[in-house]
């Protein structure tokens, strides 16, 4: 008889410690990184590229890109570069589907992309050229170019990690 009473303490101490460590697993949160890069190219067109990714252990659960293109003021076509410019991210990000959408605000056309599902987002992928008073606009979307930068949801990085790889290609990152 008193081995059985002596058996309940351990018991409840293990329950007791199995209940502790499902609670801190259940409540590990996901790390926010956030990153940004801002490019002026010529005749002030401006393009800020922000990425915020969160990262559960060793991988990427989803990404948010907003890229930002900032047509000054004094061109005299403004409206049709920035049609233009919207037409084409439009048809480079028409493979998301619905996960990317483009506006136009003023003198920007902001691009929100919104990845959880395996989808492939490309950075630094853009540059514009002013030829006599028309943007050009080039878009890369060669997803093999050590000029890009191709990130997939999925994707094997710590917090460290990402935000290494992201500097090095010239993001500020928090």
Request: proline share 1%.
């Amino acid at each position: 008889m008193n081995t059985r009473k002596s058996m309940k303490l351990p018991i409840v101490i293990t329950f007791l410690f199995m209940f502790i460590i499902v609670y801190l697993f259940m409540n590990i949160k996901q790390t926010v990184v956030v990153c940004e890069k801002e490019t002026t190219f010529d005749s002030d067109i401006r393009l800020v590229e922000t990425v915020t990714a969160n990262i559960d252990g060793k991988k990427i659960t989803s990404l948010t890109v907003t890229k930002k293109v900032t047509v000054p003021e004094k061109y005299s076509k403004q409206e049709e570069a920035l049609k233009g410019i919207k037409n084409s991210l439009d048809y480079t990000t028409e493979y998301l589907g619905s996960s990317a959408t483009s506006v136009i605000r003023d003198n920007h056309v902001i691009t929100e992309i919104e990845a959880s599902n395996n989808e492939l987002v490309l950075l630094d992928n853009i540059s514009f050229v002013d030829n006599n008073g028309e943007i050009g606009i080039n878009i890369n979307t060669n997803t093999k170019s050590s000029d890009v930068i191709a990130l997939k949801v999925g994707d094997s990085y710590t917090d460290g990690e990402f935000m290494m790889h992201l500097k090095n290609k010239g993001y500020s990152c928090k």
